[in-house]
């Protein structure tokens, strides 16, 4: 069992950054690929990041590349989302996740355990 929890959200205007952590517990951190989600209102949720176990390989949604950075710090059982220059419809809740040995996967379904997410606004 993993238990991850999610902090850093907020409000921010628009082309501001804001970091997410995510701090996970439980069993060895250094063993999951971990990821960044996202679900705004009435919408799916989608992927936004993700990060192999070692942090060696990353992965990044098309429309985030270039702005957004994921990393981690084995040491700290901690994922972090940097999000720089972010956009009005990039409002939603954003859920960190982990995904038992796995490399940086874009699939929801393929992570084992989800935060409870932390909400992010970003006002026009």
């Known amino acids: 069992q993993v238990q991850v929890v999610e902090s850093g959200g907020g409000l921010v205007q628009a082309g501001g950054s804001l970091r997410l952590s995510c701090a996970a517990s439980?069993?060895?951190?250094?063993?999951?690929?971990m990821g960044w989600f996202r679900q705004a209102p009435g919408k799916e949720r989608e992927f936004v990041a993700a990060?192999?176990?070692?942090?060696?390989?990353?992965n990044y949604a098309n429309s985030v590349k270039g702005r957004f950075t994921i990393s981690r710090d084995n040491t700290k059982n901690t994922v972090y989302l940097q999000m720089n220059s972010l956009k009005p419809e990039e409002t939603a809740v954003y859920y960190c996740s982990a995904a038992h040995g796995r490399i940086a996967t874009m699939k929801p379904t393929e992570y084992d355990y989800w935060g409870q997410g932390t909400q992010v606004a970003v006002s026009s």
């Open positions: 990060i192999s176990w070692r942090g060696a390989s990353t």
């Open positions: 439980g069993r060895t951190f250094s063993n999951y690929g």
